[in-house]
């Protein structure tokens, strides 16, 4: 029997998905699929390093990258999180597949260790609000004797996230889709400088698309994130537009219903991951039949929370920081009325938000592989 690091501790999960859960549901709320890193993230620059110099950090952390943004960001929202990607087989990927199945709860049964293979690495340097990141990696072996793993789900999902690629089909995209998983799509940015929405063949599966404020734009040859975010409800569902400092702006192209809401002002440390932290709140509120700007602000919300703690992955909040947030912002003296009113449907989920008695801020422990567990 394996045996467990006695320094896991199991997180008690909230289920935003337990008044609706059947004996009939899918075995796994989300499936995503991609490419696993070890982030090795800098913080505290006093400005971008310059060549020739050596510049010196206050602060630093390692955690797992990439797609494990995300899916650590589901899992802590008490999703099923189910992820298919390539592991090697050095201290690297033992780190990182640990941290996603013992600390995180993801299920890696889709997933795959290469022997001899190194791990992508990914260094990441946050200064004044931004990042710059440096990377490292080589194409996994195909997987020999067996279907390669990142062909869909093994078994039904509720919901995937589709990193769409231009020029790209896949062809689980399209299976996933038939089979009745609701699939929201992710992009990153456009390397040909096309930006051509067809040469996005899979969006047509999409319930949902999120790109970020300066992708949509450029795709729908607009030079408004609104104009863009009504311009893509005409190829999907609902479009949702990320404005960094500004929020969120989101059309649902079935019903004309529009949200925009506001970011929350937060100190942020490191916006690693940002993004994918926002698409697992969008994706939970989704699954749990929220309001479109019920979700869109959620998304936000968690997106916040992730930018005051070091990486992408290991900064993803929990219910339990959610409820904490909560509290402490009703707490504050004379507000604004309206921006709380924003949030006043965190009192109404069923279930409820976690009691809590943490103080705030909360702080997670930033681990790094240079400490390990003796025997």
């Not at 896991?8 to 004996?23: I, Q, Y």
């Not at 600390?103 to 990441?124: F, I, K, M």
């Not at 949902?208 to 795709?219: D, Q, T, W």
Request: glycine share 10%; hydrophobic share 40%; proline share 10%.
């Amino acid at each position: 029997m394996e045996q467990r690091d006695p320094r896991v501790r199991p997180r008690p999960r909230h289920d935003p998905l337990a008044a609706l859960r059947t004996p009939k549901d899918p075995p796994r709320d989300v499936y995503l699929t991609g490419p696993v890193s070890l982030d090795i993230i800098f913080t505290g620059l006093d400005c971008a390093p310059v060549r020739g110099t050596e510049s010196w950090a206050r602060g630093m952390g390692s955690s797992p990258g990439g797609v494990a943004n995300m899916a650590t960001a589901l899992a802590r929202l008490g999703l099923r999180t189910s992820l298919s990607a390539a592991f090697g087989d050095d201290h690297y990927g033992e780190y990182c597949w640990d941290a996603l199945a013992r600390g995180e709860g993801v299920d890696l049964a889709p997933s795959r260790r290469v022997p001899g293979w190194h791990s992508p690495v990914t260094v990441s340097m946050a200064y004044e609000g931004e990042r710059t990141m440096v990377s490292h990696a080589h194409e996994p072996p195909p997987a020999a004797g067996a279907a390669d793993p990142h062909r869909g789900p093994a078994t039904p999902a509720r919901a995937a996230v589709a990193s769409l690629a231009p020029g790209t089909r896949e062809p689980w995209i399209g299976a996933a889709a038939r089979a009745g998983t609701r699939l929201f799509g992710d992009v990153g940015w456009d390397e040909t400088g096309r930006w051509d929405l067809d040469a996005l063949p899979d969006l047509a599966h999409c319930e949902a698309f999120l790109p970020n404020a300066a992708e949509a734009m450029r795709y729908t040859r607009t030079n408004c994130p609104r104009a863009a975010a009504h311009a893509l409800a005409e190829r999907v569902p609902v479009a949702v537009v990320t404005l960094g400092a500004q929020g969120a702006y989101a059309v649902d192209g079935r019903t004309g219903e529009t949200a925009q809401v506001p970011a929350i002002e937060v100190e942020a440390l490191d916006p690693t991951g940002a993004g994918d932290v926002f698409v697992a709140g969008f994706v939970t509120g989704t699954l749990a039949g929220w309001p479109l700007a019920d979700r869109v602000a959620f998304a936000g919300l968690t997106a916040a929370l992730s930018v005051q703690e070091f990486g992408g992955s290991l900064s993803a909040p929990g219910w339990t920081e959610v409820a904490a947030w909560w509290r402490r912002v009703r707490g504050y003296g004379p507000q604004d009325p309206a921006a709380l009113a924003r949030y006043a449907f965190l009192d109404e989920l069923d279930p409820p938000l976690p009691a809590t008695a943490r103080p705030w801020p909360l702080r997670r422990a930033v681990p790094t592989i240079g400490f390990r567990a003796p025997g």
